[in-house]
């Protein structure tokens, strides 16, 4: 079984930053993809930044130049900086990979439990 866990979230004003951590652990063969999506209230999931192993990074052109997505492939972990925070980026953020399991086998997608992050003055 695969978990990912995420830490970092917070309450944070106008401007500042926040760090996001999320570790995979478990059955892990191989990472395909690992990224962050966010969850606002009353709106849908919507992709942050995705970072496909030897891939393109891709960011929502709202995070452009204030997010910043990174990898450390060794320990399974993916990180999202987030600067120059706005109220609007008050949302449940949540860790995203897609692993095989084994060799030959079909990537899977899981998800982490999410973390709160909260701009506001």
């Known amino acids: 079984q695969v978990q990912l866990v995420e830490s970092g979230g917070g309450l944070v004003q106008p401007g500042g930053s926040l760090r996001l951590s999320c570790a995979a652990s478990?059955?892990?063969?191989?990472?395909?993809?690992m990224g962050w999506y966010r969850q606002a209230p009353g709106k849908q999931r919507e992709l942050v930044a995705i970072?496909?192993?030897?891939?393109?990074?891709n960011y929502a052109d709202s995070v452009k130049g204030r997010f910043i997505i990174a990898r450390d492939n060794a320990n399974n972990t993916v990180y999202l900086q987030m600067n120059s925070l706005k109220p609007e980026d008050t949302a449940v953020y949540y860790c995203y990979a897609v692993i095989r399991l084994r060799t030959g086998a079909p990537p899977v997608g899981y998800w982490g439990q999410g973390t709160q992050a909260v701009v506001s003055s």
């Open positions: 970072m496909p192993t030897g891939g393109t990074t």
């Open positions: 478990g059955s892990i063969f191989s990472i395909v993809v």
